[in-house]
């Protein structure tokens, strides 16, 4: 790994938001954001954590909407990009004009991992509008290998600028994301990604084990900060990847810490922490964000939100069937 040059993209105000239940600031994104840019950072993420378009009842409602987030951090990063995600299908090209009317520069389109055709259309409008283009691979251990390198072939044939494959459940051992990694990254010509969650606390072993297989952006969020139990903790694998000789440019692991420390930790609304139901969201293959719909169906249901996710995984559900958690938890409720 060492003289590698590697590039670290913060998600704390995207994929952060499913755990503070979508609820930043103005205020909030702008601080964070301007701390991030000054630590070297050079992908800033931020929308609701489902996405452009995704403040909804199925997703949960913003409390601000994601343009003025948008607007509010644009203004603070001055060397790095502000980006946002896009689901085809939640978001819109509409949607994706009016983040680059906001200042986005860079837009991360997001599918299924089997179903990259539907990001066609959306990379496309990206380049048209000169934006960097993301071809983003959820849920990357639903599908084999070789299944997954077909998919990475179509963005990149799309005009995607990178490739980044995301274990959206915390569900990959390290040996499976450098099988992942590795296999795109002799299939493609553009750079390849990893994004890692901790729901089996393997998240930093897991980007550790992205870039050893040749992967050259690294997701990562401050404090951890992300759906079920987490993301890759940000300072932790900036600090982890300098000691390995690895090469992230100008970021600056200790202005990485005190903006974690001093932005993030107060608006922390839980600890970042593998809980039970977290822990089970890897174990039995669930999206991560599906972990605090959970809880709420278990509570509402009386259930063991633990009995929900199995059930969950058994069926395959995967990111956007939110809305089939309160079936899934009616039905087990119907058999008690």
Known sequence: MKNRRVRLVDTTLRDGSHAVRHSYTEKQVAKIAKGLDQSGVELIEITHGDGLGGSSFNYGFSGTDELKLIKAASKEVKNGKVAVLLLPGIGTIADLKNAKAAGAKAVRVATHVTEADVSAEHIYAAKDMDMMAVGFLMMVHMAPVERIV?????????????????????????????????????????????????NMGLAVANSLAAVEAGATYIDGTLRGLGAGSGNTQLEVVAGVLKRSGVDTGDVDFYKLMDVAADAVDPIMQRPQVIDNGSFMLGYAGVYSSFLLHVYDAAKKYKLDPRDILVELGRRGMVGGQEDMIIDVAYQLSQKK
């Open 150 to 198: 077909e998919e990475a072939l179509k963005m990149e044939s799309y005009g995607a600028d990178y490739i980044n494959m995301a274990d959206s459940a915390g569900y990959l051992l390290p040996e499976d994301v450098a099988a992942r990694v590795d296999a795109v990254s002799r299939a493609v010509k553009i750079p390849v990604g990893f994004h890692a969650h901790n």
